[in-house]
């Protein structure tokens, strides 16, 4: 199975601040890399799929890269809004595994 | 817009069946997507369950993926006259308490693989 790590676990950050949380695979994974941001008490949101693609609706702050094992999720400047957390998820094969999730804090 | 509603009861004894529907809108089943369970604990973080995957253009019963961790537990099956997928698991212990979500799954090669519309999720105690 491949396991997905994310740093950090927490992030203090401030309104307009630029963010960057990573995510490792245990084994190549080549693009197939999701991210995902949830509030408390929702689902999860797609936010960016195939490593750098954004979903339909998702605000341009938000913009991610990378590929083999090492990726990376940038907001480059923080609205309250995005005070949450957030998820990587592998769809490279099952089973899908995700992140253990990056808390994002004022 | 695509909507999923998981349903069923939020308490179960341990040892028995917890059973799960998802209720879908505004998008039919047997249409090119798969439909997924995924639960997240604070124990285990987000998990895969499973996904199943029929097409109204094949005679064969729906196609089915599940996590080897709960694939001897595990089933979910299909009504596509309803709209609706279903999960059951068996012989569930406390470890099984989670928030359990059905989502909608792009399987699209050559890299759109992901879950695109989720449910609002079920909380599910397994407790006596």
């Known amino acids: 199975d491949i396991q997905m790590t994310q740093s950090p676990s927490s992030l203090s950050a401030s309104v307009g601040d630029r963010v960057t949380i990573t995510c490792r695979a245990s084994?190549?994974?080549?693009?197939?890399l999701n991210w995902y941001q949830q509030k408390p008490g929702r689902a999860p949101k797609l936010l960016i799929y195939?490593?750098?693609s954004l979903q339909s609706g998702v605000p341009s702050r938000f913009s991610a890269s990378g590929s083999g094992t090492a990726f990376s999720l940038i907001i480059s400047s923080l609205q309250p809004e995005d005070f949450t957390t957030y998820f990587c998820?592998?769809?490279?094969?099952?089973?899908?595994?995700f992140g253990q999730g990056t808390k994002l804090e004022i | 817009q695509v909507q999923l509603r998981e349903s069923g009861p939020g308490l179960v004894k341990p040892s028995e069946t917890l059973s799960l529907t998802c209720t879908v809108s505004?998008?039919?089943?047997?249409?090119?997507?798969?439909w997924g369970w995924i639960r997240q604990s604070p124990e285990k973080g987000l998990e895969w369950i499973g996904t199943?995957?029929?097409?109204?253009?094949?005679?064969?019963?729906?196609?089915?993926y599940y996590n080897p961790s709960l694939e001897s537990r595990v089933s979910i099956s299909l009504d596509a006259s309803k709209n609706q997928f279903s999960l059951k698991l068996i012989s569930v212990t406390a470890a099984d308490t989670a928030l359990y979500f059905c989502?909608?799954?792009?399987?699209?090669?050559?890299?759109?693989?992901?879950?695109?519309?989720w449910g609002q999720g079920a909380l599910v105690t397994v407790s006596s």
């Open positions: 989502a909608r799954e792009r399987r699209q090669y050559p890299l759109l693989y992901y879950f695109d519309f």
């Open positions: 505004g998008y039919s089943l047997s249409s090119d997507y798969y």
């Open positions: 199943i995957y029929h097409s109204e253009s094949t005679y064969y019963k729906p196609s089915t």
């Open positions: 084994q190549s994974i080549d693009s197939f």
């Open positions: 195939a490593a750098s």
């Open positions: 998820q592998q769809s490279y094969s099952t089973p899908y595994s």
